[in-house]
Structure formats: structure tokens, C-alpha cells
């Protein structure tokens, strides 16, 4: 069946690029671009994006709001590789899409942007959250729902010392554009609010699985908090280490943490981890129990928050859509006008000066009897 699939979304890619029209319209559909780590370290990232998306597609077409039209999704992996991202771009682009929901992470994100935008092909992403990765007028048909670094620094340094009465602070990053502008904000306002830093250093990403020798000098400067900025599988692989050589203070991590395989592969090691999200499902909101309970009918689990971006930012995209039709022109114009839209649970508006619309809404978590729990 997955056979099946990608090869009837090759035929329609083929279809579009040999019909040399200007939109991502053929016959009676509208195809939409869909794209993140399918596979790799941040594959349950990736596929979470897609279920987000598909979902809010099905929704807009069962509303019958195009009048016999319908939305298709063209789901590519790019395996959270910059490069790849710049070749997924490239093929949206000449297969002539409308417009672009992805990519996971920041680095991906920039990546393909040159193309998008040289190609004229409107990107929402719905989780690239670097604080400056749009810059404007130069990135004009790019745009975002995310989250954004800068206030989660701002969350974190004050779960940390304020909530947490913690002091003194080590630090482990991964250098990424992900993690850099993680580290800068957390940074940041943990100077503002007091913080003794005791260890700060970064890793590369993808060159070492055995981080015992960094974990040994950092409890070597004796923290009485150990925050981790990376992906989660790789936050899961270090907590496993720092508990095995008896580090037993309290950790933090960031949202990216917030994902069943953290649970898995951390295991026990992972008890009492604090995090952040910027969604969670024991939400009271009657919207987010809409999306919730649909969410857990179509895919037998519950939503993530890359899940519920996902899901918000492709209901943005399909409303330009609406306004803008298959014009990529006028679906950039209708994302730029758009004022206070509900796409999901709160209005996303945009300006020509301003093309993000982060999502600022944290619930603090707790890794409790192997599950996440929120902390009031």
C-alpha cells in the first residue's frame, strides 16, 4: 500500500510539472506540500507533522468550502538533512505546489527557504522556532505558527530558579541553529534572574553516542540542575548516562522532549525530568478536545504538540487558500492580511513587517510513573 501511495503521488507530481500551469491545481484538486524527518533520529517528529496536517486537510475538504475542489497532500521526507530539505524545496517547487507546510526543525527550515522564495511558493512553517529565521522583505513568502525560542527561554529560567529555587546551572547543547538560539535565550535570562553557570559547553551533533567523558566534567562543577538542549533521542541516550555514573540532581530539557520515544528510550533514567510544551492533552479548552478526540480517532494515540502545530499551521495555509485560490501571488498576499484568524485555539494575524505568530502558550511537565504530567 505505502508502494501504492508514493507512486500515485508521483504520477500526480508528474502530471503537474508537465502541465506547466502556475499553481498547484489540476482538475478538481489543489495539491499541498507536506514535509519533515519521516525517517531518522526525529521520525516520530516528522510523522506527528503529517498526521497534523492531514487532519486539517481532511476537516477543510469535508467542509466542502471549495465547491467541489479538494485539497491534496504530498507527503516527502527529508529526513530532518538540511541538504535534503533544499531538494524537497526544490521539488515542490518545480512541481508546482500552492504552498508548503514544514520543516521540522529551523536548520531544514532555512535550507529550503531560497527556494521557496525564488520559486514564489508560500512556506507556513509550524515549527521551526530560531528566533531571526525570517527576515523580511527578502523572505516575503515565508511565514510561521511556531514557537519561539526567545519565550521559552524565558519559561525555562524561571521553572528553573524561581519555581525550582535552583542556582547553580550546567548546560549541554547540541550546535545546532536549533540549539545555538536555545542556548542564547536560555542563557540569556538566566543571567537576568541570577544564575551561577557552571558548565556551559555544546556537541556535535551525530559524531558521538558516548557523552560519559562531558557528563563526568560537568558534574565535576557540582550543578544542582542539569539542563540538556537537544532532540529526544539524544536527551533520552544522555539522561540514561548521567544517571548511570550516579548523577542524581535535578535535570531539565526542553519541549523537544516532549515525545513517547523519550519515555521509551529513557526508560526509568527519565523519572523526574522537567519540560516544557506548548500543548498538552489534558487541556480543558473545548478546542483543543475537538482536535484531541479527533486526532485520537483517526491515529489511535494521543496528539503531540508538533501534532497540534502542524494542525494549526496547514489550517492558516488553507485558509490563504480559500482567499487566494491556486495562485501562490495571492496566497502569499491573503497569509500577509490575515488578522486574528482561529485556526485552532488562539487568532493568528500577520503584517508585512511581521510574518511571525508565535505561539506563546507553556505548560510545564514532569516525567512521572512514565508519563508526562503537568506541573501546577
Known amino acids: 500500500m505505502k508502494r501504492l501511495l508514493v507512486g500515485l503521488v508521483g504520477v500526480l507530481v508528474v502530471a503537474l510539472v508537465a502541465s506547466g500551469c502556475s499553481s498547484g ?71 508546482k505546489v500552492t504552498g508548503v507546510v514544514g520543516h521540522y526543525s529551523s536548520s531544514a527550515t532555512a535550507a529550503g527557504m531560497p527556494a521557496y522564495q525564488k520559486g514564489q511558493v508560500p512556506l507556513l512553517a509550524p515549527t521551526a522556532s530560531k528566533p531571526d529565521l525570517i527576515k523580511l522583505p527578502e523572505h516575503s513568502y515565508i511565514f510561521r505558527t511556531a514557537d519561539s525560542q526567545e519565550e521559552e527561554g ?29 542556548h542564547e535565550h536560555l542563557v540569556k535570562n538566566l543571567k537576568k534572574l541570577g544564575a551561577n553557570i557552571v558548565y556551559d ?86 478546542r483543543d478536545k475537538a482536535f484531541i478526540d479527533g486526532y485520537k480517532q483517526r491515529y489511535g494515540k494521543l496528539p503531540t504538540f508538533n501534532a497540534s502545530e502542524a494542525y494549526e499551521g496547514t489550517k492558516v495555509l488553507l485558509e490563504a487558500i480559500r482567499i487566494g485560490g491556486t495562485d501562490r501571488a495571492k496566497v502569499r498576499d491573503a497569509l500577509e492580511n490575515m488578522k486574528d484568524f482561529m485556526a485552532f485555539n488562539r487568532p493568528v494575524s500577520y503584517s508585512p513587517d511581521n510574518h511571525n505568530s508565535f505561539n506563546s502558550h507553556y505548560t510545564i511537565l514532569q516525567v512521572k510513573d512514565g508519563k508526562f504530567v503537568a506541573v501546577h
Not at 26 to 34: C, E, L, M, W, Y
Not at 49 to 59: F, L, S
Not at 230 to 250: F, L, P, V
Open 25 to 95: 491545481a489540476s482538475g478538481d484538486s489543489i495539491t499541498v506540500g507536506v514535509v519533515g524527518p519521516m525517517t531518522g533520529d526525529s521520525a516520530e517528529c516528522g510523522r506527528d507533522i503529517a498526521n497534523g496536517a492531514k487532519m486539517a486537510v481532511e476537516e477543510f475538504n469535508a467542509s466542502g468550502v471549495l465547491k467541489g475542489k479538494k485539497i491534496v497532500v504530498d507527503v516527502q521526507d527529508d529526513k530532518g538533512d538540511p541538504n535534503q530539505a533544499a531538494i524537497i524545496a526544490q521539488r515542490f517547487v518545480d512541481a
Open 154 to 182: 524565558k519559561i525555562l529560567a524561571d521553572l528553573f530558579i524561581n519555581k525550582l529555587k535552583k542556582k547553580n546551572i550546567g548546560i549541554f547543547f547540541v550546535a545546532t541553529d536549533w540549539g545555538n538560539a536555545n
Open 201 to 286: 559547553k555544546s556537541y556535535t551533533p551525530g559524531q558521538s553516542i558516548d557523552f560519559q567523558a562531558s557528563l563526568t566534567a560537568m558534574a565535576a562543577a557540582k550543578p544542582d540542575l542539569y539542563y540538556f538542549g537537544c532532540e529526544y533521542n539524544d536527551a533520552a541516550m544522555i539522561i540514561r548516562q548521567a544517571r548511570e555514573i550516579g548523577i542524581t540532581e535535578t535535570i531539565g530539557c526542553s519541549c523537544l522532549e516532549y515525545a513517547d520515544e523519550f519515555l521509551t528510550l529513557g526508560g526509568k533514567a527519565v523519572e523526574g525530568v522537567y519540560l516544557d510544551t506548548i500543548f498538552f492533552p489534558d487541556s480543558p479548552d473545548p
